[in-house]
Every structure is written in structure tokens, then in C-alpha cells.
């Protein structure tokens, strides 16, 4: 961002993260209820090519506002709820948990890997060239889709508008309401820990940025064998709750510690890999009890409502994250996150986690 017009400005920087979200926000519902009455895979693919125009786009840009736009076309692609929808379709419930961390551990892996290829991508193709590579990939998930992706079964039908789930039993379900929360706060603490973590591994931990890999990728790959023993409690020992505010709780003293005991590269580490293990306990698990506590033939749309939830945390993170960063303190952003968490503890802690 240093290296284009307007990019010395913190919040400006902070919105280019986080602006895709707002798109996302705008289109994950009706994406979902679409996906429930035409088919997951034309939403997927068409979610997909709208992804690949905005990295074009972005790709050409030659100013940070030029990429926000195409940040903004890149979430017009609101495919996350047809494609967590299509997963719990082709899965049984007792084994959806499973199914959703690894979907989640493949997206935490990849992103650690392209913290790894990221600085030689960009010394190769620069920044536009990473756009564009994205552009490309998105493209070849189409071609994924269709050709790796087995058949989704058919999608229920309601046979009268009566019998239909209204939308505003979706808004107004309890155990709904507290996961669709704390995906909010979840992504909102993630993007606005991401405004502070790289400087701060630079101007604390004296690591240069094409060298952050080398605290990500271990931190991802800790903390992912870390969460498979989680995972096992709160599936098979029925130790859901416990795990999922647990994980909660481990979020709180993760921002506590970034906050007050961060003055060194090992600490740096050390709370980034709890963070990890703690998002992608969250991470695996809320989306299973968001498909399990949704209606059969509205589950597109209860996945839509979350990953709305979802998205408004990503943008506001990125937005907001920038906005204190700038105007108070690095420290504001993570005591910010703190109060949101115990916010989210508070609500979560009488949910039960088994269907009723």
C-alpha cells in the first residue's frame, strides 16, 4: 500500500482488508435462499465468476480506492453460504463437525502456505500479479465444482408456502442468534488483529515482512494438530459446550496478551499460535451447529444470515481495526476485542449444543 497514492493512510488500508465484507454482507442471504430453491452449484459458480471480475479488476488498479472497488466486486461473490450449504448436504450430522474443521483447516493451511509464497509471488508479479492469480484460481474452482464435487442430493421441498420456514423464525431462533453473534465478533477480531499483527512482528519482533511466514506457518500447523483432540472431545465425549467457550475464553486472554505481554517476538508467536487454535476450534464447530439447528429446507438461508454475520465482523474489523489504530492506540483495537468477547462468553455460555 506504501507504494500507491493514498496508501500511507492506515484506514484506508484497513477498509481495503475488511471492504469485500460489506459486499458479502449484502448477498450471502439472498445467495443462501437461492441456493435452497435452485441448486447449490449454479450459485457457487456464478458467486465465483463475480469473485474472479473484482481480482481483475483489483489487478489493474492503479490507486488503493481502485482496489477497494474491486475488493467490493470480490465479495459480491457471496458464495460461503451455498458452499458450508453444500457441505452439510453431502454429509451425515455425526460426522459434519469433522467435515467442516477440515474444510477450515484446509483454508488455515493455505493461508499459511501463501504467507510463504506471498513475498516470492511479489518480487515475481508484484501485487497486480497476485490479483490476477487469484482471479485465475477462482476461476479453476469453477472447473473444480462441476468436475470434483459429487452431486448434491435434491434439495427439499416445501409444499406449501405454509409450510415453508418463514425467514423471520430464522432471525428470531435463539440458538441461531448466539452463533450468528459470534461469527460477528469472531471475524471482526480477526481482521482487526490483522491491522497491528505484521508492524507490530516488524517493529517489535524485528522480523521483516517477506520473513513472517516463518512465525504463520508453524503457528497454523501447531495449532491445527492442537485442535484436533478438541474437536474429538466435543464430538465423541459430548463436551461441545465446554469446548466452544473454552475457545472463547482462550480468545479473551489471546487479546489480553497482544495487548499488555507482547514485547517480544517469542510472546508475538506464542499468542498468535493460541489464536489459531482457538479460531479454528470456533471456526469448525459453529458452522455444524449452525446446520444442525436449521430447517432441512431453509438451511442455504440460516447459513446466509450467519455468513452475513460473518462478513459485517470482516469489514468492520478491517474499518473500525484502522480507525482506532489511527486515531487512539494499537492496545485500543485488542481491548476493543477483549469487551466484545466477554460480550459473546456471556450469551454463549447457556447454549446447549445438542439438538432439541
Excluded: C
Aim: charged share 10%; proline share 6%; aromatic share 8%.
Amino acid at each position: 500500500a506504501r507504494h500507491l497514492p493514498s496508501g500511507h493512510n492506515l484506514a484506508l488500508v484497513g477498509f481495503a482488508i475488511g471492504a469485500y465484507g460489506l459486499t458479502q454482507a449484502l448477498f450471502q442471504i439472498p445467495y443462501g435462499m437461492l441456493s435452497d430453491r435452485f441448486g447449490r452449484k449454479p450459485v457457487i459458480a456464478f458467486g465465483l465468476l463475480l469473485f474472479a471480475l473484482g481480482s481483475f479488476m483489483a489487478a489493474a488498479a492503479d490507486d488503493i480506492y481502485l482496489i477497494i472497488a474491486g475488493r467490493v466486486i470480490q465479495g459480491a461473490g457471496a458464495i460461503s453460504a451455498a458452499v458450508t450449504a453444500l457441505a452439510a448436504d453431502l454429509t451425515r450430522e455425526q460426522h459434519r463437525t469433522k467435515i467442516m474443521a477440515m474444510i477450515g483447516s484446509s483454508i488455515a493451511l493455505v493461508f499459511a502456505l501463501s504467507l510463504v509464497a506471498a513475498p516470492l509471488l511479489y518480487a515475481a508479479i508484484g501485487m497486480p500479479g497476485i490479483f490476477a492469480l487469484t482471479g485465475i484460481l477462482a476461476l479453476g474452482g469453477i472447473a473444480a465444482l462441476y468436475k470434483l464435487v459429487p452431486p448434491a442430493p435434491p434439495l427439499p421441498k416445501t409444499a406449501t408456502e405454509k409450510t415453508r420456514t418463514p425467514f423471520r423464525a430464522l432471525l428470531s431462533d435463539g440458538r441461531l442468534l448466539r452463533l450468528n453473534l459470534g461469527v460477528f465478533v469472531l471475524h471482526l477480531m480477526q481482521t482487526a488483529m490483522w491491522v497491528l499483527v505484521p508492524p507490530a512482528l516488524v517493529q517489535i519482533g524485528g522480523l521483516p515482512a517477506p520473513e513472517h511466514w516463518k512465525i504463520y506457518l508453524p503457528a497454523v500447523l501447531v495449532s491445527l494438530a492442537l485442535m484436533i483432540p478438541a474437536i474429538i472431545a466435543a464430538e465423541k465425549r459430548g463436551a461441545m459446550r465446554l469446548v466452544f467457550n473454552s475457545a472463547i475464553a482462550l480468545l479473551i486472554i489471546v487479546q489480553a496478551g497482544f495487548a499488555w505481554l507482547g514485547g517480544s517476538l517469542w510472546l508475538l508467536a506464542l499468542w498468535l499460535l493460541l489464536f489459531f487454535v482457538a479460531f479454528n476450534i470456533l471456526e469448525a464447530t459453529q458452522p455444524s451447529l449452525i446446520s444442525r439447528f436449521s430447517p432441512p429446507e431453509a438451511k442455504g438461508a440460516a447459513m446466509g444470515i450467519y455468513n452475513t454475520a460473518q462478513s459485517l465482523g470482516l469489514f468492520l474489523g478491517g474499518a473500525v481495526g484502522g480507525m482506532l489504530a489511527q486515531k487512539v492506540s494499537g492496545s485500543a483495537v485488542f481491548v476493543a476485542n477483549i469487551a466484545l468477547a466477554l460480550i459473546w462468553l456471556a450469551v454463549s455460555l447457556p447454549m446447549k449444543t445438542a439438538r432439541q
